[in-house]
């Protein structure tokens, strides 16, 4: 997973094709351009008074000019009153590997633009052909704390938004926050200026265009938050959670009460996060969109080859819900042995042992589990065990308890309960991440969000931060009875947003699966909204190394067509494509691993016909397509499907019929 870099690309830029001015006479201007390889985005940098930044794409302005800056505790400024002492441009186009991904390899060309200015400091700019990212770089001896960090993206119009509130709080700090939030569509001016939003988040531009705001790269320091801006009613402004000082646990979440007049200390030598924007022309090129990786560390494990994803079977959003069994069920031996014996029937390499299999510490197992004959049963079977754990216990015990379980034969930890991104949990999250390489342990990090940590420690194979499955064992309802959270326009919009952002653990594959008319939240046996086949197709629109089979073992077996083909579908791929979509409305996926594709589409809750064109497919290749798609009755009945097989080529094109909060999905393969 080592950056590979054509080093014939990676020139100084002295034309004018890219910049401005060259480098001799640079130090002198005050304005800076650089182009996107293909030149269809136009950064310029405005140097002076205040460092600015503006952003054109074709015709159309993403960002006017926005004023960024760091701000030390002593009070110096990096950003205002900017003499630039040096510049340097280089061209690169690289490429490199990424074996537990999407897609195995990743293109990465962009230009480049470094501004050494006056104080120690430098700006590096970076622009794509699918956008832009800038971020501070500090040269001092010595540890410094970063008071502030101004980040502003002004926008030219009052433009629609998709924002991701922050909207349930621990212990009424504004900071402490499971990273699981609806979107409010809401234009710029209409944005809180006193509520706070997480990242990414959406601006619908002109002529379809879309700007994604998004963050890169976050280490050691804490994670970007937005508010609207009270000075301009069409801008997006940078929030930072304060240095935690002290806290106290509410429950199992660890909330900070006293907090620091800064938002990070840091070694006085260092990168910071990338700031960045992702520009689409189309909505369909926001579900197939690499920034985050281009964007984040190289990969720290040498050697990855112990890193296998995979699906698991899991006990928590079913309740452990086994019948026809001769034991009671429950955080027992006995259940989770079940789980396995089901798991290797179904070729799943995983099962997770969610909360309540240890006490206080994860050397404390309660007397009704067996964790070494829990692994020593799956190890016949070749299904791994995966250890739920709070972040509180692992932050402390992980020294200890990552060797002693791996030694065992665990195979990885579900890590939960960050629920901050302050810089002490980014470096907590990083320092678990390490250590559990080490071990040679996988993680499954839940109460955050990604930025790139899966791409310098792939061994974080997903992260939650999404408002999953799990939220509709307990969806609200209005005094009318109508549901509250609606699920399917989420489940079409969260893919052109989140999924920019890294996978999630959405915890797809519920089996009672419900119309909006008849759907209920019922706690030990949850339903879905919407069909049962788009549960089917999440497994390929969703991205997740580590995937969960979220229902009961009994209901899958009794299920079992359905879930012969979940258990087909891959967790990486080698090659991704966006075929159709729109944001809030529906998406149509294609992934590819070595010969087999596999296709998924959902809307919302209208239902539509739409085209599916198969020409990514081999030319003159001849593939048999195994298809669900929705029951002529799965608009009154949730569970109804229809599956079919066909024989199609890269010169077809399938009409699709999808029902309200439905879905299509399609297993497709060489005929020879």
Excluded at 274 to 296: F, G, H, P, T, Y
Excluded at 339 to 356: P, Q, S, T
Excluded at 385 to 408: C, D, H, R
Excluded at 637 to 664: A, C, F
């Amino acid at each position: 997973m080592k950056h590979t870099i054509n080093k014939s690309a990676c020139i100084l830029f002295l034309s004018g094709s890219f910049l401005l001015a060259c480098a001799t006479g640079y130090a002198q201007s005050k304005h800076h351009e650089v182009k996107s390889p293909d030149g269809l985005i136009t950064l310029i940098v405005s140097a002076g008074k205040d460092l600015a930044w503006q952003v054109d794409h074709e015709q159309t302005k993403v960002i006017t000019p926005s004023a960024i800056s760091l701000t030390l505790s002593t009070g110096e400024i990096a950003g205002k009153n900017v003499r630039v002492l040096k510049t340097s441009a280089r061209q690169v186009n690289e490429s490199f590997h990424t074996p537990f991904y999407k897609k195995s390899d990743v293109m990465n060309q962009y230009n480049q633009l470094l501004l050494a200015c006056a104080g120690n400091y430098s700006v590096e700019f970076r622009v794509y052909n699918d956008g832009v990212a800038y971020r501070f770089l500090t040269n001092r001896k010595g540890d410094i704390k970063i008071q502030s960090e101004e980040v502003t993206f002004n926008f030219a119009g009052d433009y629609k938004a998709f924002i991701p509130y922050i909207n349930n709080t621990h212990l009424g700090s504004r900071y402490s926050f499971s990273f699981e939030s609806f979107y409010d569509e809401q234009t710029l001016s209409q944005m809180f200026t006193d509520s706070l939003s997480i990242v990414p988040l959406l601006v619908e531009l002109e002529d379809g265009k879309k700007a994604a705001v998004m963050e890169a790269d976050v280490e050691d320091y804490p994670g970007l938050l937005l508010l609207g801006n009270p000075e301009n009613s069409h801008s997006l402004k940078g929030a930072f959670a304060p240095c935690p000082l002290e806290g106290e646990m509410d429950g199992i979440v660890f909330t900070p009460t006293k907090f620091a007049g800064y938002i990070a200390s840091v070694k006085g030598t260092r990168s910071y996060p990338w700031r960045a924007v992702v520009i689409s022309r189309e909505d369909k090129e926001l579900a197939d969109n690499d920034m985050i990786r281009k964007l984040a560390s190289p990969s720290r494990i040498k050697d990855p080859s112990w890193i296998k994803p995979g699906k698991a079977a899991w006990d928590w959003w079913n309740s452990s819900s086994v019948t026809g069994v001769d034991f009671k069920t429950g955080m027992n031996t006995r259940t989770f042995k079940y789980f396995i014996d089901f798991a290797a029937a179904n070729r799943l390499e995983y099962v997770v042992v969610d909360a309540g299999w240890s006490g206080s510490s994860l050397m404390d197992v309660r007397p009704e589990m067996n964790i070494k004959e829990l692994v020593d049963y799956g190890k016949q079977k070749d299904v791994g065990i995966i250890l739920w754990a709070g972040w509180n216990q692992t932050s402390q015990e992980k020294e200890t308890v990552f060797p002693f379980y791996a030694g065992m034969g665990v195979k990885g930890f579900k890590v939960d309960f960050f629920d901050n991104d302050n810089q002490l949990m980014i470096r907590s999250m990083f320092e678990i991440a390490e250590e559990a390489a080490k071990n040679k342990l996988l993680l499954d990090l839940h109460g955050i969000k990604p930025t790139g940590v899966q791409q310098t420690y792939p061994n974080v194979l997903n992260i939650e931060g999404v408002k999953g499955l799990e939220n509709f064992k307990w969806a609200p309802f209005d005094e009318k009875g109508r549901i509250k959270d609606d699920a399917p326009r989420y489940d079409v919009t969260a893919p052109y947003i989140r999924m920019l952002a890294g996978p999630m653990d959405y915890t797809p594959g519920a089996m009672k699966n419900a119309t909006r008319e008849t759907y209920r939240s019922i706690y030990r046996r949850p339903m879905s909204q919407g069909t049962r086949v788009r549960q089917m197709a999440m497994y390929t629109v969703f991205e997740a190394p580590l995937q969960m089979l979220a229902d009961s073992p009994t209901d899958y077996m009794r299920e079992q067509e359905c879930t012969d083909f979940i258990a087909k579908v891959p967790t990486v791929f080698d090659q991704t494509v966006a075929l159709d979509g729109k944001v809030g409305e529906f998406i149509i996926l294609a992934r590819r691993k070595e010969h087999v594709w596999y296709a998924g589409a959902l809307t919302n809750w209208t239902a539509r016909e739409v085209d599916v064109d198969f020409s990514f497919l081999d030319d003159g290749g001849l593939y048999e397509a195994e298809i669900f798609m929705d029951g002529i009755n799965s608009d009154t009945e949730g569970v109804d499907y229809r599956k079919e097989v066909v024989r199609i080529t890269s010169k077809d094109k399938k009409s699709i019929q999808m029902y309200p909060g439905g879905g299509w999905t399609a297993r497709i393969y060489p005929v020879n």
